[in-house]
């Protein structure tokens, strides 16, 4: 498995560096695995700073998911060239994979806190509410979904979340090529199962389904 390195912050007592050399430790290695010494370290401060800005590693490693979260919101949004819904929907899962794998300690550490750590869950529920209107606006959904559609697009998320986490715990055993082609396909069958129900995604169902 592999993870991705940031761009080493300049060495400062700034909030922001200290959240950047954070996300830095907590992308290569698992939380219990970094003591609040190694952070400090790392930014060249005295540990009794981050405890002033976040009351120590735990307030640090929420502040380092809130930040995550931001990032991965952002990965949602098409890029330029990104024109037809296929590219769109391509483009938003590969970036999905790509910064998943890139960052892969701090995912998996978040997928397991689910369901034990309200503060966590808060984060993960902030992420699937945006990636689920992402989706409806691919859909070209302007109004309150239908319950079927609503249930639907919310286990898109889940088919991305879990698709990516048992990838990085197989230590990404396929190609990322491979895996976006897994969950888009999974997400445009699932659509297409619910398109009678909310016939106005027809249109965009078909667009998603038709031969490249």
Not at 77 to 98: H, W
Not at 134 to 153: G, N, Q, S
Not at 174 to 185: K, Q, S
């Amino acid at each position: 498995m592999t993870s991705g390195k940031r761009k080493a912050p300049e060495r400062g007592r700034s909030r922001e560096v200290l959240i950047a050399v954070a996300a830095d430790l907590f992308a290569r290695k698992p939380y219990d695995e970094i003591y609040i010494s190694d952070i400090a370290r790392e930014a060249g401060v005295a540990n009794g700073l981050l405890s002033y800005h976040f009351n120590g590693k735990r307030g640090l490693y929420l502040a380092v998911l809130a930040e995550a979260l931001e990032e991965i919101n952002a990965l949602l949004l098409p890029r330029d060239g990104e024109i037809t819904k296929e590219q769109r929907l391509r483009g938003m899962v590969r970036r999905q994979i790509v910064y998943r794998r890139d960052h892969a300690h701090t995912m998996l550490a978040l997928f397991r806190a689910g369901g034990q750590d309200p503060e966590v869950d808060e984060l993960f529920e902030r992420g699937r509410r945006a990636g689920t209107e992402c989706f409806l606006d691919l859909l070209d959904v302007r109004v309150e979904p239908t319950p079927t559609l609503r249930v639907a697009v919310r286990g898109l998320m889940g088919l991305l979340d879990e698709a990516t986490r048992d990838w990085l715990v197989h230590d990404a055993d396929m190609g990322i090529g491979d895996l976006e082609e897994v969950v888009y396909n999974g997400a445009v069958a699932v659509l297409a199962t619910v398109r009678s129900a909310h016939p106005t995604i027809g249109a965009a169902v078909d667009e998603l389904t038709a031969p490249a």
